[in-house]
């Protein structure tokens, strides 16, 4: 499924960029080519959620001063590759880029927000949201670092 062409910037959405879209962001700027421009942001801004903090720093990966925020929010709106994660967040991108040539492709990702018990069953749905996260890229973008190959 990868593209013989990368995209040149990549913006991953979802409903508050509280989740999904930062974890997705943090692993971008982790495994994908420093050349690619790669930015989160959600319909809505919400709260930073201490849970990725610490999946993400399971794998050496931060996401350094994240803020929550909106696509109104970002400072450049012009993406080659929307990345949507919630299906809120595919609506509102389908809406906002269609006099815009760029491509939207939606990848459904489960909420982890939605897991409720111990701690341990919180953080296991956490880590397969972001394992989901991971497998999907290698797969669309076709690049990776030797321990995602080890993976």
Same mark, same amino acid.
């Given at each position: 499924?990868?593209?013989? *062409?990368?995209?040149?910037?990549?913006l991953?959405?979802?409903?508050?960029?509280?989740?999904?879209?930062?974890? $997705? +962001?943090?692993? $971008?700027?982790?495994?994908?080519?420093?050349?690619?421009?790669?930015?989160?942001?959600?319909?809505? $801004?919400?709260?930073?959620?201490?849970?990725?903090?610490?999946v993400?720093?399971? +794998?050496?990966?931060?996401?350094?001063?994240?803020?929550?925020?909106?696509?109104d929010?970002?400072?450049?709106?012009?993406?080659?590759?929307?990345?949507?994660?919630a299906?809120?967040?595919?609506?509102?991108?389908?809406?906002?880029?269609?006099?815009?040539?760029?491509?939207?492709?939606?990848?459904?990702?489960?909420?982890?927000?939605?897991?409720?018990?111990?701690?341990?069953?919180?953080?296991?749905?956490?880590?397969?949201?972001?394992?989901?996260? *991971?497998?999907?890229?290698?797969?669309?973008?076709?690049?990776?670092?030797?321990?995602?190959?080890a993976?």
């Amino acid at each position: 499924m990868a593209d013989a *062409k990368p995209p040149r910037s990549v913006l991953f959405m979802c409903r508050m960029n509280s989740v999904r879209s930062p974890m $997705a +962001e943090a692993i $971008a700027r982790h495994r994908l080519p420093q050349s690619i421009f790669v930015a989160s942001a959600g319909v809505r $801004a919400g709260d930073r959620d201490p849970f990725v903090d610490a999946v993400l720093a399971e +794998e050496g990966m931060a996401m350094e001063d994240h803020q929550p925020r909106t696509v109104d929010d970002l400072e450049d709106d012009y993406f080659d590759l929307i990345v949507t994660l919630a299906p809120e967040a595919h609506h509102a991108a389908l809406e906002f880029t269609r006099s815009m040539a760029v491509d939207v492709e939606y990848w459904p990702t489960p909420d982890p927000t939605v897991i409720s018990g111990t701690r341990d069953q919180i953080m296991t749905a956490y880590r397969d949201v972001r394992e989901r996260l *991971k497998a999907r890229m290698a797969e669309r973008f076709a690049v990776g670092t030797p321990e995602m190959d080890a993976d």
